[in-house]
């Protein structure tokens, strides 16, 4: 069974660029998680998708930040603009039967902001 | 955002060793959760604890869910070179959904 595809797995861009990362869960898992890891830190969640709905949101920066989660499969994450201190890794993990079932990490997109 | 205390924040020890490494809160948890992270991938689960006081073995992996539940514990038995890599445990709370909390991170490093 294939684990969660993310990608890019890098990408440079200079501020004020925009960048989106796009993650493509385990299949049939229908909730799918974005988390920031900054360096030598652990995840924090950005937001949390329910099939199609966005159910915790709560820490994603909206000013910048957007998600979307189109048909309840592939979702992106999109920065606009990107700033220095966003640089870090983006991961995204999925689940099978809701909250409480093991969350399976893809590899990440690590970004650099110069 | 909050991040669990881990201990120690990094570890070098020799292939054979043992290995303790703990994670503190100062709010309860009702399941831990302990990763493991390597360079480049995302962090895989290693051992899950759903009960205060519950003790999890996964081949040289142990676990431990503290008693007050704000703490959790997990020991590497006779490491070897693969054992290399990060350590984040993560605590999620009844009616919080899936929200994890995570650990700081201990760093491992296995020298032969």
């Known amino acids: 069974e294939a684990g969660v595809v993310q990608s890019p797995r890098y990408k440079i861009i200079e501020k004020k660029q925009p960048v989106a990362f796009w993650c493509n869960p385990i299949s049939g898992h229908n909730t799918l998680y974005w988390y920031l890891q900054n360096l030598g830190q652990g995840p924090e969640l950005l937001i949390r998708?329910?099939?199609?709905?966005?159910?915790?949101d709560s820490q994603l920066p909206k000013d910048r930040f957007s998600a979307e989660r189109l048909k309840g499969v592939d979702s992106t994450l999109k920065i606009q603009p990107a700033e220095l201190g966003d640089s870090a890794v983006y991961l995204c993990?999925?689940?099978?039967?809701?909250?409480?079932?093991?969350?399976?990490f893809g590899p990440g997109t690590r970004l650099t902001v110069l | 955002g909050q991040q669990l205390n881990q201990s120690p924040q990094s570890m070098f020890i020799q292939e054979g060793e043992d290995v303790s490494m703990n994670c503190t809160s100062s709010?309860?948890?009702?399941?831990w959760l302990w990763y493991k992270q390597e360079p480049g991938e995302g962090p895989v689960l290693l051992i899950a604890?759903?009960?205060?006081?519950e003790l999890t073995s996964n081949g040289r992996l142990t676990a431990q869910f503290g008693i007050t539940r704000k703490d959790s514990f997990l020991n590497i038995s006779a490491s070897i070179p693969s054992d290399v890599g990060i350590y984040f445990c993560?605590?999620?709370?009844?009616?919080?959904?899936?929200?994890?909390?995570f650990g700081t991170g201990t760093r491992l490093q296995v020298t032969l």
């Open positions: 993990a999925s689940s099978s039967d809701g909250p409480t079932d093991t969350q399976y």
């Open positions: 993560a605590g999620q709370r009844t009616g919080t959904a899936s929200k994890l909390t």
């Open positions: 998708y329910e099939n199609e709905e966005a159910v915790d």
């Open positions: 604890l759903y009960k205060a006081g």
């Open positions: 709010s309860i948890f009702n399941t």
